[in-house]
């Protein structure tokens, strides 16, 4: 079963660098590592250093698109027009904007300041439950396929239910955690066993003949 798509939004301008050919390379990061997103719904996230390593590492073919739409297509890692890196700060991207209608837009776009947002799309590999100082949720991701990086001209873009689906089963499984009762140790289970213990079982059930 194929994991469900999520997406989130750097808080993260970029910039449309010439480059003497075309209509430049949109450079930016569409995520930031180890920074408490926003309150997503009832907790909030952040993305691990090593989130993005096995996709790069696997080569997984990624797509730039602006707003993640298909028919804003800017540029692929198989046809070497996107190129993926990670730094200190997070998931790099640079984007040789093609000469589309889609390329031209965004160039004008970004060179008026008009888009100026990053944000990744991903299907969750591993994450992790925990709290924050202040007793918030908070979800780490470990690792994840990524899909797609874009620019976007709203930061909004926060499909959170498959990670509220997550909570939600932590939630569960942490009650029921603690509605199972624990098992006593061997130790006491000999204590429970031992002749003693059956002895004086025994003489208490003559004491109450």
Same mark, same amino acid.
């Given at each position: 079963? $194929?994991? =469900? ?14 480059? !003497?050919? &075309? ?18 719904? &009832?907790? *909030?996230?952040?993305?691990? +250093?090593? /989130? ?6 696997? !080569?997984?073919? *990624? ?11 800017? !540029?692929?890692?198989? /046809? =070497? ?12 991207? $640079? ?5 589309? &209608?889609?390329? %031209?837009?965004?160039?004008? @776009?970004?060179? %008026? &300041? ?18 924050? $100082?202040? !007793? ?10 990524? *899909? ?6 709203? +930061?909004?873009? @926060? ?8 909570? =939600?089963?932590?939630?569960? $499984? ?9 098992? +006593? ?12 213990? *059956? ?11």
């Amino acid at each position: 079963m $194929e994991r =469900e798509l999520e997406i989130r939004t750097a808080a993260q301008t970029f910039e449309l660098r010439a480059t !003497g050919k &075309g209509l430049g390379t949109l450079v930016g990061y569409a995520a930031v590592f180890n920074r408490h997103s926003q309150n997503l719904g &009832g907790f *909030v996230e952040q993305v691990d +250093p090593a /989130a993005f390593n096995k996709s790069l590492a696997d !080569g997984v073919p *990624v797509m730039c698109r602006g707003n993640h739409e298909d028919d804003m297509l800017l !540029g692929t890692t198989w /046809a =070497e027009t996107l190129r993926l890196s990670v730094d200190g700060t997070g998931l790099k991207y $640079e984007v040789d904007l093609p000469d589309t &209608g889609a390329g %031209r837009d965004f160039a004008a @776009l970004t060179a %008026r &300041g008009d888009v100026k947002w990053s944000s990744f799309a991903f299907r969750t590999i591993d994450d992790e439950w925990s709290m924050t $100082e202040q !007793g918030f949720p908070l979800r780490t991701l470990r690792a994840v396929q990524l *899909v797609d990086v874009a620019p976007v001209n709203s +930061p909004a873009y @926060l499909d959170t239910s498959v990670a509220a689906r997550s909570l =939600e089963q932590r939630n569960a $499984e942490a009650a029921a955690a603690e509605a199972t009762p624990p098992i +006593p140790d061997q130790d006491e289970q000999r204590d429970t066993h031992s002749p003693l213990s *059956v002895m004086a079982l025994r003489l208490d059930l003559l004491a109450k003949q």
